[in-house]
């Protein structure tokens, strides 16, 4: 007889499915609040994945990255541009991403010239 109920929840077509795996002790401990609380696992990492990521600047952290790599390169700022968006491109990310983190890189590039 099952006496607590698993929920679960599926974004669809408006997600990504991102897969991980953690300790049996961490999953078991996971389970116990997702029954606890009557909420799905995935529903909870990804309430916490969204603070954390809403917490953080992504954008900005790339960009930042970006600098300081083209800072201890030796190629133009328009030619690394140009390696940047290649790059964000083949790993998938959409062109208005793209174009927010070339922004900020830009910025950053100017305020060091």
Known sequence: MKVFKLSSDNPGKT????????DKDVDEMLTLL??????SKSSMLRKYIVGLVNKQDPIS???RKASAIWLAGDKSG?????????DLK?????DSTVKKIIE???RLIRDKE
């Open 90 to 94: 083949s790993k998938g990310f959409q």
């Open 34 to 39: 997702s029954i606890g609380k009557g909420e």
């Open 104 to 106: 900020v890189f830009n």
């Open 78 to 86: 328009a030619g690394f541009v140009q390696d940047i968006k290649g």
């Open 61 to 63: 952290l790339v960009a």
């Open 15 to 22: 997600g990504k499915f991102v897969g991980f795996y953690i």
